[in-house]
């Protein structure tokens, strides 16, 4: 699994721990990983993702359906889950704030494999920093 | 004397222009997964 996952683009460096089934993806600064693809890759390589954590930076912006995401590259980002820490951000919405975020993008439900096909959500657990970025 | 002051300021000027500071960026920059049956 390792080595399927280094294989990933983005992806620096993958540590795994074999006793707590802990597995730690350092990406490139090139800002091409891809998390959802991180998760396909993992499925296929025979193993079962429980929870996948990331930390991102990124803006605050509104899809076309008014809810509230970070940007991390112009053609990606991650739909916010609604909780106390999102509704924080909504002031942020829009602005050059470059927000930093750990949060859980996925978790599996039950027995249930998981379904990859509709856009994950990410739940905020902390906000770790907001910088005002400058023109 | 003055002078030396004077290089002092001027280095410490030029010191302090050349600093890097650290520019916010956006990107993914860790990721951690939780994994079940991994052998």
């Known amino acids: 699994m390792k080595q399927h996952l280094g294989r990933q683009a ?7 721990n074999l006793l707590d089934g802990k597995v730690d993806v350092t990406p490139k600064e090139d800002g091409q990983i891809d998390p959802i693809q991180l998760l396909k890759a993992t499925y296929d390589s025979g193993v079962t993702v ?8 990124g803006k605050i912006v ?6 509230l995401a970070l940007q991390v590259e112009l053609n990606r980002s991650f739909a916010f889950a609604p909780n106390e820490l ?10 050059q704030t470059i927000v930093t975020v750990r949060g859980q993008l996925y978790k599996k439900a039950g027995k249930k494999k998981a379904d990859l096909s509709t856009p994950l959500k990410l739940l905020i657990l ?9 023109e | ?25 956006a990107q993914v920059k860790h990721i951690e997964m939780r994994v079940e049956g991994m052998t």
């Open chain 1, 126 to 134: 902390e906000v770790q920093k907001e910088v005002q970025k400058k």
């Open chain 2, 1 to 25: 004397m003055k002078t030396r002051t004077g290089r002092r300021i001027a280095l410490l000027l030029l010191l302090g222009s050349t600093v890097v500071v650290p520019v916010a960026r």
């Open chain 1, 10 to 16: 983005g992806v620096q460096k993958v540590d795994v």
């Open chain 1, 86 to 95: 999102s509704k924080g951000l909504e002031p942020l919405a829009g602005t």
């Open chain 1, 62 to 67: 509104k899809d076309s359906s008014g809810n």
């Open chain 1, 50 to 57: 429980a929870e996948m954590e990331l930390t991102a930076s």
